[in-house]
């Protein structure tokens, strides 16, 4: 049986187990959860490595009684019936599924069973922004990591960079989530947990907008954009190793595209913005933040009020990194580049910058935003077998809905 979202923890704190309907051959239930969950089952086919697992609800278990992705968590249940606790996964927040099965197989022992952790907020949610960088394809084995990553990050909704073709299908099938793409020529695309409702109408080929119910319920929706502005020429370049004046490096941003793509952003989401319903524009902006190319944090000797976040901001829109890290000196949350810490044209040092970024209205509350990648990613051209799988870092926002 599938049970509601809450429906687990409220049975919980009643001091009943959450069951699933018995088959022929055995029950599963969640007697209790914290420290860690407990598990109480019975079989009619006893073996020593009979066992449950614990696996996140939207993907990866058993559902076709074969192996798709490794359990986040495992215990042996022997015996015809018993208890048994096992320890919550790393970060536990959210929405797992427990699967009773067989003999160190995935054959069913009884029906599976979902619920919620005793940690869990709904009136949190949790944001990626991520470059897939060709849609992931430059480093081997690339699908597995970035579902991997996905669900490690236990986040709610993604917006996605460099996400043409079906890449943006591809990962929210392998998850279970809902996605959206408009087109496989459009680089962006949005996968979430959590339903789409709405499908807006693009602004150009490089941004995608959707509204989602959060746990399907109409009074709690955001408007959720992604967006993908374009990279040359770039900016940074400009100012480090061309040594462009600041109005030069201005009317090189105009050219480039990347004020007109903004500013149409802002101008065609502005009802959206303006209502009671809370707004986030996620992307990679190819180019960096006035607020970190400040008087007294300058960048190859120079502040910039960079348009495509000035513009933004001025707007109304917030920056949810420099909510959480308001000390670019200190915490820079350099996206560009974890794999090109050196520019082989130019024989330098790359410029490293902040370029992805999560902005928000005031409808939400940042509770922390982060930088993210897997593992330790080796530079190009070394790149190949990375864990991490773009040429950018992820951003990572937790946000309380208000």
């Known amino acids: 049986m599938r049970l509601s979202i809450s429906l687990p923890t409220l049975l919980l704190s009643l001091g009943l187990c959450v069951s699933a309907a018995p088959t022929a051959g055995g029950q599963l239930s969640l007697a209790a959860i914290g420290p860690g969950f407990t598990f109480e089952y019975t079989t ?50 959210g929405k ?35 470059n897939l960088w060709y849609g992931g394809t430059k480093v081997n084995n690339y699908h597995e990591k970035q579902v991997k990553f996905i669900r490690d990050q236990n986040v709610d909704i993604v917006g996605f960079q460099e996400a ?54 109409s009074d709690k929706s955001l408007n959720f954009w992604s967006a993908h502005l374009n990279a040359y020429p770039y900016g940074p370049y400009e100012f480090c190793f061309e040594k462009k004046s600041v109005e030069d490096v201005l009317k090189i941003e105009d050219k480039a595209g990347r004020i007109g793509q903004i500013t149409k952003i802002v101008e065609q989401t ?22 970190d190319w400040t008087l007294q944090n300058k960048h190859c000797d120079v502040n910039f009020e960079w348009p495509s976040s000035k513009i933004p901001t001025d707007a109304g829109l917030i920056d949810s ?44 509350k940042v509770i922390g935003s982060e930088t993210k990648v897997a593992g330790s990613p080796k530079a190009m051209p070394d790149h190949e077998d990375n864990e991490w799988t773009s040429d950018h870092a992820s951003v990572v926002t937790t946000y309380e809905l208000l």
């Open 44 to 93: 009619s086919k006893p073996k020593s490595k009979n066992w449950i697992g614990i696996y996140h609800a939207t993907g990866g278990g058993p559902d076709e009684e074969e192996q798709v992705q490794p359990s986040l968590k495992w215990e042996y249940a022997p015996g015809e019936k018993g208890s048994v606790r096992i320890d919550a996964p790393a970060g536990a927040g």
């Open 96 to 130: 797992y599924k427990a699967y009773f099965l067989a003999d160190d197989g995935y054959k069913w022992l009884a029906e599976p069973i979902e619920f919620n952790t005793g940690n869990s907020n709904t009136n949190q949610l949790k944001i990626m922004t991520y």
């Open 164 to 217: 043409s073709g079906n890449h943006v299908k591809r990962l929210g099938e392998a998850l279970g989530w809902n996605y959206h793409q408009s087109s496989a020529d459009n680089t962006v695309g949005i996968i979430s947990r959590h339903p789409i409702v709405t499908k807006h109408k693009d602004i150009g080929d490089r941004t995608s907008g959707v509204q989602i119910n959060i746990d399907g319920n």
């Open 270 to 291: 502005k009802s959206q913005r303006d209502s009671s319903t809370p707004f986030i524009l996620v992307g990679d902006f190819n180019a960096p933040s006035h607020l």
């Open 321 to 364: 990194y420099r909510v959480a890290h308001p000390d670019p000196a200190t915490e820079s949350g350099n996206t560009w580049s974890p794999i090109y810490p050196h520019n082989e044209e130019q024989n330098a040092s790359e410029p490293q910058d902040r370029i992805d970024f999560i902005y928000h209205t005031k409808k939400l």
